[in-house]
């Protein structure tokens, strides 16, 4: 037996800051009612003792306690959207329910996330054009009464709670159950794997991730005061109100003589580094904006409001974030923390802990934001008499990328332990590699600028990126020196060049021929119902959603030159990485490789954080490529190589591909 639940609830707290799990644990959270399909029936409705008023009830098909109870015990699977929310209701907020299994559990968000639609109900209903959508009206009417209301002098009541309104509210929910299966039904569940990883993913969102909650608190009242003086000494100068007002800031620059286009960080150093001084005022104002506008300290807040009962942050991973199966950051966003720490950041951290104030941190240490910024990952500490153990994937991208273009001499590099980027760079200067290696190691400037050269080629090229995708890289190269260090990448990658040619002639052929498979020695295309598919190795897929070859008008410079041409490319709706929107979207060969190379570095961390559960190691959360396990403070170094040796254990499906990692040890999280 299945069920669909959904929960409607309402809270002092607010779940986009707090994460479902304190949400949950908040003591004013309280549930209306629950909405439950079992299988493929009508949908009923649970309704909370305390909310069960007779005239809203008698509209509603409504299920005693008792037989929730029964059913929840009795059910197979229970699935939900966004089940992780379900399971902290259930959990820490509807005392006495019985304890669900995490293996019983199933989430229609992360089956949509899988195949690359839209991860919210109503968008990936809309998506694939299903006529259960949710109740708008009835969903207006749930914001409403999810948070406290403001009283007025004729009404000083807390709440949203009319008869009509709790109508409004138990149609939304069954309605919300309605379409979450109609979703599901029509998505393909996860793999054996997949919902392996799933539920890694759900321990480790409960389990969540030790902070140093005294030294934070410290720090946000160093920032808050910062904050107001150089509020006060901005508003003293400019008569505005804050240097979040971008354009009338702009214009008071202009008036000063000033001209920038925008008020970014880039821009703001840019202009504070012109030969020709700035008056003093107008080097307060930037500074002021640069300081204030620095969101990276927005994520101590993220700290605090998302702390559990334990002082842990939780529910900070999100499944399938991307549709190669990385995962995103939610709330605390581990994966975008300043990755450059200043050189006294322990330091640093020890005097805020301390309760340093405001002037004497300024002498010693600069402006407070920016300080606070750098040190944003030491705020993560173990609790007392456990340490991290730190482990990244070394260069893993480049290394799976040569793994499934089969360059065996760049793998054999890898297997050798050779740095990537003193091997390119020598190919570019026609240097041993040797004397490249030790020249930087011993930071002499010419070896550090060819090693930079080498680092840009393969940073940028490896997915047919060309002298455009180096500029990204190197903005101030020329651009003949670009276009030179594509050309000699490409020449020393001929197999990898040929890939790229490959995986787009392929995947044009499933598209165009949906009964065939296209395979060669690690990937398969394959059209499957509105989907083309991407098998990788180890038989994870990646989704494109009702693909097409159509004509495109392709448009690129050459020389300074402007040109363009027609070409038929590969087509495909999905949700854009930096708007978040679903749209359709255009790819080719060297995205396709991309999608490739990061889909299975990410299976690498999967099933390398699956084998370091089973064999003991408690995963807190992991950033990119690297993964942080909660360990007890003794651990000795034959614990910690076995922590390293686990990680990098290769399954059989990526044999030849000579992963290899670098770790640590520590209290406090650093780079």
């Known amino acids: 037996m299945k069920l669909s639940i959904d929960f409607e609830t309402r809270s ?42 007779p005239e809203v009830v008698k509209h509603f098909p409504c299920l005693p306690t ?33 304890t669900i299994p995490l293996k019983k559990w199933r989430c229609s968000a992360a089956k949509a996330a899988t195949v690359s639609i839209p991860r919210s109900l109503d968008g990936a209903c809309e998506a694939l054009g299903l006529s259960e959508t949710k109740d708008k009206d009835g969903y207006f009417t749930m914001l409403k009464m999810c948070k406290p209301r403001k009283p007025t002098k004729h009404n000083k009541a807390k709440w949203h709670e009319t008869p009509e309104d709790f109508i409004k509210l138990f149609r939304y ?39 140093d909650v005294p030294t934070i608190k410290n720090a946000l009242i160093l920032i808050e005061e910062h904050e107001a003086r150089v509020l006060e000494e901005f508003q003293n100068i400019t008569g505005l109100n804050s240097p979040r007002q971008v354009q009338k800031t702009l214009e008071w620059l202009r008036g000063k003589g000033l001209k920038i286009p925008n008020l970014s960080k880039p821009m703001i150093n840019k202009a504070l580094a012109l030969k020709k001084p700035l008056p003093d005022e107008v080097v307060t104002v930037l500074k002021a904006r640069r300081s204030l506008a620095k969101s990276s300290t927005g994520k101590l807040s993220a700290m605090i409001n998302g702390l559990n009962i334990h002082n842990r942050v939780c529910d900070t991973m999100m499944y399938h974030g991307a549709s190669t199966g990385r995962w995103a950051g939610m709330r605390l966003q581990p994966h975008n923390m300043v990755r450059k720490m200043p050189e006294a950041w322990e330091e640093i951290l020890e005097a805020v802990n301390g309760g340093i104030d405001l002037d004497t941190f300024t002498m010693f240490y600069g402006d407070v934001m920016q300080a606070l910024s750098g040190c944003t990952r030491g705020f993560i500490k173990a609790p007392n008499g456990k340490l991290f153990l730190c482990a990244d994937f070394s260069s893993v991208e480049g290394c799976v990328l040569a793994f499934v273009a089969e360059e065996e001499e760049i793998l054999q590099n890898y297997r050798d332990g050779k740095d990537a980027y003193c091997v390119f760079a020598s190919q570019i200067h026609h240097r041993p590699y040797e004397v490249i290696r030790t020249g930087y190691k011993e930071e002499d400037e010419e070896f550090v600028q060819m090693r930079f050269e080498g680092k840009t080629g393969e940073l940028a090229c490896g997915f047919q990126g060309g002298e455009q995708a180096v500029k990204r890289f190197a903005p101030d190269m020329p651009r003949a020196r670009r276009e030179e260090i594509v ?42 119902g509105k989907f083309l598919t991407c098998t990788l190795p180890g038989g994870k897929r990646i989704y494109y959603y009702n693909p097409k070859i159509q004509e495109r008008t392709i448009k690129y410079k050459v020389k300074g030159k402007h040109y363009s041409k027609t070409r038929k490319v590969i087509t495909f709706w999905g949700v854009d990485g930096k708007t978040k929107r679903w749209c359709e979207q255009a790819t080719y060969g060297g995205k396709l490789t991309e999608n490739i190379v990061q889909a299975t570095a990410r299976n690498f961390l999967a099933e390398a954080m699956l084998r370091l559960e089973k064999a003991g190691f408690k995963i807190v959360f992991h950033v990119h490529d690297e993964v942080i396990v909660e360990a007890p403070g003794n651990v000795s170094k034959g614990e910690f190589d076995r922590f390293i040796n686990t990680m990098i254990e290769v399954p059989d499906w990526g044999k030849g591909c000579p992963i290899s990692a670098d770790g640590f040890t520590t209290r406090r999280y650093h780079k």
Not at 68 to 83: G, P, Q, S, Y
Not at 173 to 198: F, G, H, M, N, Q
Not at 487 to 515: D, G, H, L, S
């Open 66 to 98: 008792g037989q929730i109870f029964r059913l929840l015990r009795k059910a197979k699977t229970i699935e939900a959207h966004n089940a992780f929310f379900e399971q902290c209701i259930i959990r820490y907020v509807l005392d006495g329910w019985p």
């Open 487 to 528: 050309k000699i990448w490409r020449a020393n990658r001929e197999k990898t060049v040929a890939f790229w040619k490959k995986q787009e002639i392929m995947a044009k052929a499933a598209i165009k021929y949906p009964m065939k498979t296209y395979a060669d020695k690690y990937i398969k295309w394959k059209m499957r």
């Open 12 to 53: 002092e707290a607010i779940i986009q800051d707090t994460g479902a799990l304190a949400y949950a644990q908040h003591p004013s959270t309280e549930v209306f009612c629950m909405a439950i399909k079992i299988d493929n029936g009508d949908t009923r409705l649970w309704v909370n003792p305390k909310f069960r008023i």
């Open 173 to 211: 929910c069954i309605k919300d159950v309605d379409a979450e299966y109609a979703l599901s039904r029509s998505l393909p569940a996860l793999s054996p794997k997949e919902l392996e990883i799933w539920r890694l993913d759900q321990a480790i969102n409960f389990r969540g991730i030790p902070v």
